[in-house]
């Protein structure tokens, strides 16, 4: 049974950082396209990062300089760093798996078989 199981969530003020957590489990992830999508209340669903297999990350133009993908393979985790956050970053952030990353893959959201229960990021100015 594949989970995903995110956290690090929480309400910060603007400028400051967070580090998110998702913890998978019931497979070997490393074999794995890892992406984090965000979702506010009455907007789409957003890609924002990806981690491949081979090790390439790929980043929304949003984020790019601000948000950092990585993982720990020993402890089946992958992270997103989020940092000089802005009002705007305010949403659900969610963690999920498909067997392979694409060109793009961060604008179906659709193609990624294994999600999480998501963990809400809150910004205040």
């Known amino acids: 049974q594949v989970q995903l199981v995110e956290s690090g969530g929480g309400s910060v003020h603007t400028g400051g950082s967070l580090r998110l957590s998702c913890a998978a489990s019931?497979?070997?992830?490393?074999?794995?396209?890892m992406g984090w999508f965000r979702q506010a209340p009455g907007k789409d669903r957003e890609g924002v990062a990806a981690?491949?297999?081979?090790?390439?990350?790929t980043y929304a133009d949003s984020v790019k300089g601000r948000f950092t993908i990585s993982k720990d393979n020993a402890k089946n985790t992958v992270y997103l760093q989020i940092d000089r956050l802005k009002v705007e970053d305010s949403a659900m952030y969610y963690c999920?798996?498909?067997?392979?990353?694409?060109?793009?893959?961060?604008?179906?959201?659709?193609?990624?078989?294994?999600w999480g229960q998501g963990t809400q990021v809150t910004v205040a100015s």
């Open positions: 019931g497979w070997t992830y490393s074999n794995y396209c």
């Open positions: 999920a798996a498909r067997y392979t990353c694409y060109s793009g893959v961060l604008r179906y959201s659709a193609d990624f078989a294994y």
């Open positions: 981690f491949d297999s081979d090790g390439s990350t």
